[in-house]
């Protein structure tokens, strides 16, 4: 099989690292009340986003050398929050900064590397938002929500539309290079400190999570979907004690295979190498992985929300097809 190699475009995860904070004083004029956000209720896009700003939250974490700053947003009661992984993964002191200029602190309770997502706790309840998992139409009027480059900035709003979407990018960090796919392309301006913010619809569901921008051009940010961050809310909602199920699968979605001359007569995950549960069940490099379960998988997002919908320690039925004919095979998850 042959070795996939990428070569993209700069790229920056969109938080930053600090070394000052800045002063709150509460604004009691926010409704910080804790319920869904019915933005569909509002006359203007105007009134819906200015409602909409008080279920997102800017994060600082603080580190030897200082502090990352981010943003989140809550898209469940509980006080779950949504961010991307960098900009809590290793940080100590978690403080949060609510609309009404009030602060909290914060607590790591699920993280996912590979998608760059992760969920706080915040220590108060705020309101939140819908989510909508429909397709994402090229042309769709977007509006990213966050905390750019310093706190000073906190619940800046910007606009703009989606490019493209099922982006797959590489990202170099200091663990070494990764690969982000399914991702929504969009042109509303974000900048170091957006990283974990919302991507919302004119309607004022949420419909990605702001990661990260290119550095060589103006206008293209990318955000992850909601689907996968949904589902991991939803299991913390049960279970606060939830950790991802691991199966030990790495590879990149059929059609991104297909771009670089693999001959596939079917979507799913190209599997590029394999360890743990998947290794032990039979899987190995050049499969293409189809189903998991009863779930039909199309690419590594939904490859990802199937594989989040098990516990560690069940035992899952994994279809892949091997030299052009359908095989399957059992992993007991860990």
């Given at each position: 099989?042959?070795?996939?190699?990428?070569?993209?475009?700069?790229?920056?995860l969109?938080c930053?690292?600090?070394?000052?904070?800045?002063?709150?004083?509460?604004?009691?004029?926010?409704?910080?009340?804790?319920?869904?956000?019915?933005?569909?209720?509002?006359?203007?896009?105007?009134?819906?986003?200015?409602?909409?700003?008080?279920?997102?939250?800017?994060?600082?974490?603080?580190?030897?050398?200082?502090?990352?700053?981010?943003?989140?947003?809550?898209?469940?009661?509980?006080?779950?929050?949504l961010?991307?992984?960098?900009?809590?993964?290793?940080?100590?002191?978690?403080?949060?900064y609510?609309?009404?200029?009030?602060?909290?602190?914060?607590?790591?309770?699920?993280?996912?590397?590979?998608?760059?997502?992760?969920?706080?706790?915040?220590?108060?309840?705020?309101?939140?938002?819908?989510?909508?998992?429909?397709?994402?139409?090229?042309?769709?009027?977007?509006f990213?929500?966050?905390?750019?480059?310093?706190?000073?900035?906190?619940?800046?709003?910007?606009?703009g539309?989606?490019?493209a979407t099922?982006?797959?990018?590489?990202?170099?960090?200091?663990?070494?290079?990764?690969?982000?796919?399914?991702?929504?392309?969009?042109?509303?301006?974000?900048?170091?400190?957006n990283?974990?913010?919302?991507?919302?619809?004119?309607?004022?569901?949420?419909?990605?999570?702001?990661?990260?921008?290119?550095?060589?051009?103006?206008?293209?940010?990318?955000?992850?979907?909601?689907?996968?961050?949904?589902?991991?809310v939803?299991?913390?909602?049960?279970?606060?004690?939830?950790?991802?199920?691991?199966?030990?699968?790495?590879?990149?979605?059929?059609?991104?295979?297909?771009?670089?001359?693999e001959?596939?007569?079917?979507?799913g995950?190209?599997?590029?190498?394999?360890?743990?549960?998947?290794?032990?069940?039979?899987?190995?490099?050049?499969?293409?992985?189809?189903?998991?379960?009863?779930?039909?998988?199309?690419?590594?997002?939904?490859?990802?929300?199937?594989?989040?919908?098990?516990?560690?320690?069940?035992s899952?039925?994994?279809?892949?097809?091997?030299?052009?004919?359908?095989?399957?095979?059992?992993?007991?998850?860990?």
């Open positions: 099989m042959k070795k996939f190699f990428y070569s993209v475009i700069s790229l920056v969109v930053l690292c600090l070394t000052g904070c800045a002063k709150n004083v509460s604004d009691e004029s926010v409704d910080m009340s804790l319920r869904q956000i019915a933005t569909e209720d509002y006359s203007s896009v105007s009134e819906m986003l200015t409602a909409a700003r008080s279920a997102v939250v800017g994060i600082s974490a603080t580190y030897k050398d200082g502090y990352a700053i981010g943003s989140g947003v809550a898209i469940s009661d509980g006080g779950l929050i961010t991307n992984n960098h900009v809590v993964e290793g940080g100590g002191k978690i403080t949060l609510y609309a009404d200029k009030t602060t909290g602190s914060g607590k790591v309770l699920w993280t996912d590397p590979g998608m760059d997502m992760a969920v706080v706790q915040s220590s108060r309840e705020i309101p939140y938002l819908g989510i909508d998992t429909s397709e994402t139409v090229i042309g769709e009027e977007v990213a929500l966050g905390t750019p480059l310093t706190l000073e900035f906190k619940h800046t709003v910007t606009h539309i989606v490019s099922n982006r797959t990018l590489e990202v170099a960090s200091s663990a070494g290079t990764s690969f982000l796919q399914s991702l929504i392309q969009h042109d509303a301006s974000i900048n170091p400190g990283s974990g913010g919302p991507l919302i619809n004119r309607q004022g569901k949420v419909i990605g999570i702001n990661t990260l921008k290119a550095t060589e051009g103006e206008g293209i940010g990318f955000a992850i979907p909601i689907k996968v961050g949904s589902v991991a939803s299991k913390l909602k049960t279970n606060p004690q939830f950790q991802s199920a691991y199966l030990g699968v790495f590879g990149f979605d059929s059609e991104i295979a297909m771009a670089h001359g001959k596939l007569d079917s979507v995950v190209y599997v590029s190498s394999v360890d743990g549960p998947a290794l032990k069940a039979g899987l190995k490099k050049g499969d293409l992985l189809t189903k998991i379960g009863e779930k039909d998988v199309t690419n590594l997002l939904s490859l990802k929300e199937a594989v989040l919908g098990y516990n560690q320690g069940d899952v039925k994994i279809s892949v097809i091997r030299d052009g004919k359908r095989v399957e095979f059992l992993a007991t998850l860990k």
